[in-house]
């Protein structure tokens, strides 16, 4: 049984990996290489096309542009989502549920129907091509859903925690932070593994909204798709260093995911 | 839980209600006002009434586009979840393995959209791409830019390659909050394998569906970015998903009156289905 099962898990992984390896593989290749003939590893093995990003401040400032936005949106979506999931989860108030509702609405909001409305609101408060536009455009799809998995874990920890804070004298600011946040870490960082994902990951809103000072590096990679026909070994290499910032906040969340949730209600 | 009526905790939802309001409830007003209007330039425009829309529902291209698009989102969540759920029942379940399963898994949704796209466009190539030329090798004539069975095959497959670990990942972090003494009764109890899933994970597992399959029905809706890199829509329209007829609409054409009606209906699908879907699911047993 457990053999067959880790034979399973072994087989759908490498089912995962290999389009990765693929991408490995070629972003170690030149480019005569690549478009030459098949071959399963680099038979001229190259650091050039890493040499290409590195080097070059409108591809590296790519990844410095998306990572400054994407932290700014964490940040901001953790700040207001959890009071908000701490109001849902433990009150009743007018609206509670038409607003809890509206708010997923937001979260199925498709990117292209806010395109044009998105650059004519943020071209005319002058916020166009800076990292904050885009933070707070991606607020739209990940604040619902960092309330919604917020909510979850808080309606998961009993109100007795609260009434003795309460009766213990803490003010509510000092029990949020003291007491309430630490009871449900692995929540935020749930939480934040989703708004950094969604926001690294997003290309349409992203581009719309920067034209040269915050492009991120998604947006820089379809660019070089030029008229010089597509240098695949740098894009191959850029796509590799993508990957990687992901894989760091993956390795702090892992616990958090690892621990299980179950999310309290829905 | 039971919840205190308190209608004060309007001021903590008060800065999630400003925030999103600006940016949902300004841009969408301003959908609304393009679709009964006839835009010229910034400062001629005309009112048309509900033209656009009628123009909108009887277009063909459009009618299309949709259907494609319920039979992809249809596919994606049909595929997607049972396979989600199997690949997170056999992960294992502590230790260094259990970390490593994690962290591979989370690798595709991790890449942007667009490199997904390209990925797959150069993997499924024919004569320099690895799976294009292990189908031709294998004896399938294999051609996802000029084969519409093909494109649809790829970009299915490269929909499962990526969303699919989320699907796992939600799942297997439900499993893993389900307490050992129900195994343990379970075990006491002789229940056979699918006695254990069918009354204990399963039911454990509703809530992190529920999510599973709304943040699955609504990408696959709005997918964009990553059959544009790959097939361009194509070939002809046959993978042109409905965020695509949009974005010509609306970027390409400038024809910004119909894009803003359609964008409009377009929204109004996705809310009907969620909120059916939503409502279906949570409100029998909220009440209990």
């Known amino acids: 049984m457990n053999q067959r099962k880790g034979f399973g898990i072994t087989f759908y992984i490498l089912f995962l990996m290999l389009p990765i390896y693929w991408l490995l593989n070629m972003s170690f290749k030149t480019n005569q290489e690549i478009l030459s003939s098949l071959t399963l590893w680099p038979k001229d093995f190259t650091l050039n096309n890493y040499a290409v990003i590195f080097t070059d401040p409108s591809w590296y400032s790519g990844y410095i542009n998306s990572m400054i936005y994407v932290s700014i949106n964490v940040v901001i979506t953790l700040v207001v989502a959890l009071p908000a999931a701490y109001a849902f989860s433990r009150y009743k108030f007018v609206g509670d549920k038409h607003l809890f509702f509206w708010l997923l609405s937001n979260r199925m909001a498709p990117p292209a129907v806010f395109l044009l409305p998105f650059f004519q609101l943020y071209s005319s408060i002058g916020l166009f091509d800076t990292h904050i536009a885009v933070a707070l455009a991606h607020c739209l799809f990940n604040v619902p859903l960092a309330v919604w998995i917020l909510e979850g874990f808080i309606s998961g920890v009993p109100r007795e925690y609260d009434e003795m804070a309460y009766i213990d004298g803490y003010s509510f600011p ?60 740098v894009l191959a290499a850029a796509g590799v260093l993508t990957i990687i910032p992901g894989l760091l906040v993956v390795w702090f969340v892992r616990n958090h995911v690892a621990t299980g949730f179950a999310l309290g209600r829905v | 839980m039971r919840k205190v009526p308190n209608n004060k905790a309007w001021w903590l939802v008060l800065p999630v209600f400003i925030l999103v309001a600006f940016s949902a409830l300004i841009p969408l007003m301003t959908v609304v006002n393009y679709s009964v209007q006839d835009i010229f330039g910034p400062n001629s425009a005309y009112w048309v009434g509900i033209e656009w829309f009628r123009d909108v529902l009887r277009n063909e291209a459009l009618q299309e586009s949709l259907g494609r698009q319920i039979i992809f989102s249809a596919a994606v969540l049909i595929i997607e979840i049972p396979l989600g759920i199997g690949v997170a029942l056999m992960m294992p379940t502590a230790g260094r393995r259990a970390s490593l399963c994690l962290i591979l898994l989370a690798i595709p949704l991790l890449i942007p959209w667009n490199v997904v ?157 969620s909120w059916l879907f939503f409502t279906a699911i949570t409100y029998p047993d909220r009440d209990k």
Not at chain 1, 179 to 207: Q, T
Not at chain 1, 208 to 230: E, N
Not at chain 2, 160 to 180: D, E, K, M, N
Not at chain 2, 185 to 196: C, G, K, M, Q, T
């Open chain 1, 174 to 233: 000092k029990f949020f932070i003291k007491i309430f946040m630490p009871m449900i870490r692995s929540g935020i960082g749930v939480a934040a593994f989703f708004a950094f994902m969604f926001s690294w990951v997003e290309l349409l809103l992203a581009r719309t909204l920067t034209s040269v000072d915050a492009q991120p590096i998604s947006a820089i990679m379809t660019r070089t798709v030029g008229a010089s026909g597509i240098d695949w070994g």
């Open chain 2, 117 to 273: 796209g390209t990925i797959w466009q150069i993997f499924g190539r024919g004569d320099i791409g690895l799976f294009g030329r292990a189908m031709n090798e294998i004896g399938f004539s294999y051609n996802y830019t000029a084969d519409t069975a093909d494109a649809w095959f790829t970009v299915l497959l490269m929909d499962v390659w990526h969303w699919t670990p989320l699907v796992a990942l939600l799942c297997y972090s439900g499993l893993r909050a389900i307490p050992q003494a129900f195994y343990q009764a379970a075990e006491i109890d002789r229940a056979s394998r699918w006695a254990v899933f069918r009354y204990i994970q399963l039911p454990r597992l509703k809530s992190v569906l529920v999510i599973a399959v709304l943040l699955r029905f609504m990408d696959s809706f709005m997918i964009y970015t990553e059959p544009f890199v790959l097939t361009g829509g194509g070939p002809g329209s046959s993978t042109t998903f409905l965020s695509q007829t949009l974005t010509t609409m609306a970027v390409g054409q400038f024809d910004i009156g119909r894009a803003a009606a359609f964008s409009l209906i377009y929204f109004l699908i996705v809310l009907l289905v």
